[in-house]
């Protein structure tokens, strides 16, 4: 089992940025790719971006490339999401997943095994 728990969301402006943490414990996190997804009340839940099991690897939905940035810290267990340029279309509950995905990360979030509880993110115009 891994648990995983997000943090850093909030209320931020047009523009402004956010910086969003997934803490890792359980079995060795160090193995798992990890993805963000972010969903809105009423639609789908959608890939957002997802980092390989080293960090040497990522992934991103065409809506955030260039503006959000994803990375991790094996040795604190951390996955982070750097969120900059934020729109009001940004705002959503973001979770992070983990999973043993290949190394074309995965969008399908069927492919991950582990949740955390979702973080909001609310962008104001």
């Known amino acids: 089992q891994v648990q995983l728990v997000e943090s850093g969301g909030g209320l931020v402006k047009a523009g402004g940025s956010l910086r969003l943490s997934c803490a890792a414990s359980?079995?060795?996190?160090?193995?798992?790719?990890v993805a963000w997804f972010r969903q809105v009340p009423g639609e789908e839940r959608e890939f957002v971006a997802a980092?390989?099991?080293?960090?040497?690897?990522?992934r991103y939905a065409d809506s955030v490339k260039g503006r959000f940035t994803i990375s991790r810290d094996n040795a604190k267990n951390t996955v982070y999401l750097q969120l900059n340029s934020l729109k009001p279309e940004d705002t959503a509950v973001y979770y992070c997943?983990?999973?043993?995905?290949?190394?074309?990360?995965?969008?399908?979030?069927?492919?991950?095994?582990?949740w955390g509880q979702g973080t909001q993110v609310t962008v104001s115009s």
């Open positions: 997943a983990a999973g043993i995905v290949g190394t074309l990360l995965s969008r399908n979030r069927n492919d991950y095994d582990y």
């Open positions: 359980g079995r060795t996190f160090s193995n798992y790719a």
């Open positions: 980092v390989s099991w080293s960090g040497g690897n990522t």
